[in-house]
């Protein structure tokens, strides 16, 4: 008697560097993207063409790179999925963001501190969504409240700036009439910061949370497909 042929069951995988980015979320961020690229076209203060530019590496770059190169960080994504690699890099990011918008760093930006801030910026952005998009199965709460965390954060510093009765920051250019009104220009920054928050961290929270009841869904299928299996 011939032995009954295996049936051989392929694993979905549960990680998002272990599948292809999803096309809804690499559009939303090219839309993203063009509409920072619109901001930046128009006619802003130095201090929000500063912020836009700030928010397009962070908030659209970063996190489009950490999902989008899913394959080639396949390998180092159990290193990323610890809880103490994301706290880290929350604070650090948390840290790098209040540090280089603080008034006494902003004051003395060059065009070369600024590129090195801007890597600095982008360099720790990429490190914090690598991480939280890394955390699989029961653990994915860790980046839902990490996103919570930082995003609240984020959108305070934006509602300082847009909330301030008086100019936060030294002018960004010795001509006076290329930077007026210099505090319309902190607003129209801190604006810029709060609208981006939920165009980020929001929609990575949904696609997390989405995965997240994807994989309760599937460990409550495993033992009702094991007892019909049975019969």
Request: aromatic letters at 6%.
């Amino acid at each position: 008697m011939e032995p009954a042929p295996r049936t051989i069951r392929s694993r979905s995988p549960s990680g998002p560097f272990e599948r292809p980015a999803p096309i809804w979320l690499i559009s939303a961020g090219a839309g993203c993207a063009l509409a920072a690229a619109g901001i930046t076209e128009a006619e802003l203060g130095p201090l929000s063409d500063m912020m836009a530019g700030h928010i397009l590496s962070m908030n659209v770059l970063a996190p489009l790179i950490a999902v989008g190169f899913s394959g080639a960080l396949s390998a180092r994504a159990r290193l990323l999925g610890r809880g103490k690699v994301l706290a880290a890099a929350s604070i650090l990011q948390i840290v790098v963001l209040w540090s280089v918008h603080a008034p006494s760093v902003v004051a003395h930006l060059s065009g070369t501190a600024h590129l090195l801030l801007q890597g600095i910026l982008f360099g720790t952005a990429l490190f914090f969504w690598s991480a939280a998009l890394s955390q699989e199965g029961r653990h994915r709460w860790r980046a839902l409240l990490a996103l919570l965390i930082t995003g609240k954060l984020f959108c305070l510093l934006g509602v300082l700036l847009v909330f301030a009765p008086r100019l936060l920051y030294a002018p960004l250019s010795h001509d006076a009439s290329a930077v007026a009104p210099m505090l319309a220009d902190q607003q129209f920054a801190g604006l810029i910061m709060i609208v981006a928050c939920p165009l980020s961290y929001v929609l990575a929270a949904v696609l997390i949370a989405a995965q997240w009841l994807n994989d309760i869904s599937r460990e409550e299928a495993g033992p009702y497909r094991a007892r019909q299996s049975q019969r």
